[in-house]
């Protein structure tokens, strides 16, 4: 959907949305299989930001993204449990802080025990 007609601006969602004009269909590839299918080294640090969908890139990628140092998600909390991202991150062993909080969005960013290094 674009906002006042200007190029680069807009919202987009995977989740159903009242004032939608626009509806595409996207194939959607697990993280993991794309790891693998390509044969990429896995990545030590990565950030989600997917509009709602950060519970299912969690399900795509338990390999790929739980073998990461560190993660920084972008959690829309009106289509997601920020809490259930919190929970699911924790059992994978990793320490979870909140960034920042902005409207129905929480910034998380999550680490291995050990992480050295901080975002700025």
């Known amino acids: 959907m674009r906002h006042d007609q200007e190029l680069g601006t807009g919202e987009f969602s995977v989740v159903p949305m009242d004032d939608a004009t626009d509806v595409a269909e996207i194939p959607v590839t697990r993280v993991d299989t794309i790891v693998q299918q390509e044969d990429l080294p896995q990545p030590t640090v990565a950030k989600i930001d997917v509009e709602g969908a950060e519970l299912q890139v969690l399900d795509g990628g338990e390999e790929t993204l739980y073998s990461c140092r560190e993660l920084f998600i972008e959690v829309h909390t009106d289509h997601v449990d920020v809490d259930e991202v919190i929970s ?17 969005t929480e910034f998380l960013w999550a680490t291995t025990p050990g992480a050295e290094s901080s975002p700025q």
């Open 88 to 104: 699911r991150l924790t059992d994978a062993g990793f320490d979870v802080t909140t960034l920042k909080e902005r409207g129905n």
